[in-house]
């Protein structure tokens, strides 16, 4: 089951950074899998059409409006797709390998390192952001965090596009793509998720929930 939530900020929030050994864990295991994941999962949209969809329409909607981040682009994948569809978007991802790596595939595209909990742009800098599977490691905090931030890089109307895996499981990996990582996967119930949008001052443009095989 896919989350698909799509909203435009309203307000602008602050939220103060922190810092948490958990980073840490997250940026290594994402160096070790960048080369493994880029070479099993960079043509993942070829076989994903409500992905793609959803990026078409996203593109539709943003071309020729300004900035737009891919936050946590990984290898740069969905950052790749949005620039051949005509908008101006570039990658964040905490991980230097993911977004080394990322630069050597898409040269065309700006990548740079950063925290979506912390992120190094000011406010209203963004006409745009989309963040694919972004949220699939945070606690209930730390969505409350990243959603703020979000809403105060956006400039007023700026959209966002949101998408993540829908449930209540909590996953543990010690080894992903045989790499040996220390990762948890965390679902998210759309609700909970929307919940949190609402509060750091975005207003509702789209949501669904879809069942799909992939």
């Not at 790596?101 to 800098?125: K, M, N, Y």
């Not at 609700?191 to 799909?212: D, I, P, T, Y």
Request: aromatic letters at 8%; a negative charge; charged letters at 30%.
């Amino acid at each position: 089951m896919h989350g698909i939530l799509r909203f435009e900020r309203s307000i602008l929030v602050r939220v103060a950074p922190t810092n948490d050994p958990k980073t840490g864990r997250l940026r290594d295991s994402y160096d070790r899998l960048a080369r493994p994941y880029a070479d099993n999962l960079f043509d993942e949209l070829s076989h994903k059409p409500l992905d793609r969809a959803l990026l078409d329409a996203f593109a539709e909607e943003m071309r020729g409006q300004g900035p737009v981040v891919d936050v946590g682009c990984g290898p740069g994948q969905v950052a790749r797709y949005l620039h051949e569809r005509g908008v101006s978007v570039s990658g964040l991802d905490l991980s230097p390998g993911m977004v080394a790596l990322a630069a050597r595939l898409t040269p065309e595209v700006s990548f740079r390192e950063g925290s979506i909990l912390a992120l190094p742009d000011p406010d209203g800098a963004w006409a745009g952001c989309v963040a694919f599977y972004a949220i699939v490691h945070f606690d209930t905090a730390e969505l409350r965090q990243a959603m703020r931030e979000l809403a105060r890089v956006l400039r007023p109307a700026g959209l966002l596009l949101l998408a993540f895996h829908e449930g209540v499981e909590r996953i543990h990996r010690d080894e992903l793509l045989g790499v040996a990582v220390d990762l948890d996967f965390v679902f998210w119930e759309t609700a909970s998720v929307e919940r949190e949008l609402l509060e750091a001052g975005f207003v509702r443009a789209e949501a669904s929930r879809k069942l799909v095989e992939e």
